[in-house]
């Protein structure tokens, strides 16, 4: 069984930044994304990144445009652990965060999971408030 768990989340002010961490443990994918959820709205993805080979140069990352230069995305294979770095964050921002896996053939089906919410595998969620 598949295990995931976020953390990292906190409340901070507009401007302010935080790091999102997902452990897989054992479980090693090839397409990871993150998510998020604000009351009483849809959960929408926000960014993914898929591992075309062990070499890090080969990670294909894709964003959401509301979050394209603020947000980056990365993993560290040796650990099985995304980050999500959040910079410059706005109250838009708040939510719950899920961290997400799953194995895909192709970064075009790695993003499309992103976009339908069709991962197989998340974590439980981290909260994250920003104030204005």
């Known amino acids: 069984q598949v295990h995931l768990v976020e953390s990292g989340g906190g409340s901070v002010q507009a401007g302010g930044s935080l790091r999102l961490s997902c452990a897989t443990g054992?479980?090693?994918?090839?397409?990871m994304g993150w998510f998020r959820q604000a009351p009483g709205k849809e959960r929408e993805g926000v960014a993914s990144i898929y591992a075309e080979s062990i070499y890090e140069t080969d990670y294909r990352l894709y964003y959401i445009n509301s979050v394209k230069g603020r947000f980056t995305i990365s993993q560290d294979k040796a650990t099985n652990t995304m980050y999500l770095q959040m910079n410059a964050l706005k109250p838009e921002d708040s939510g719950m965060y899920y961290c997400?896996?799953?194995?895909?053939?192709?970064?075009?089906?790695?993003?499309?999971?992103?976009?339908?919410?069709?991962?197989?595998?998340w974590g439980q969620g981290t909260q994250v408030i920003v104030s204005s």
């Open positions: 054992n479980y090693s994918s090839n397409c």
């Open positions: 997400a896996a799953q194995g895909a053939a192709h970064e075009v089906l790695c993003r499309r999971s992103l976009d339908t919410l069709a991962f197989a595998n």
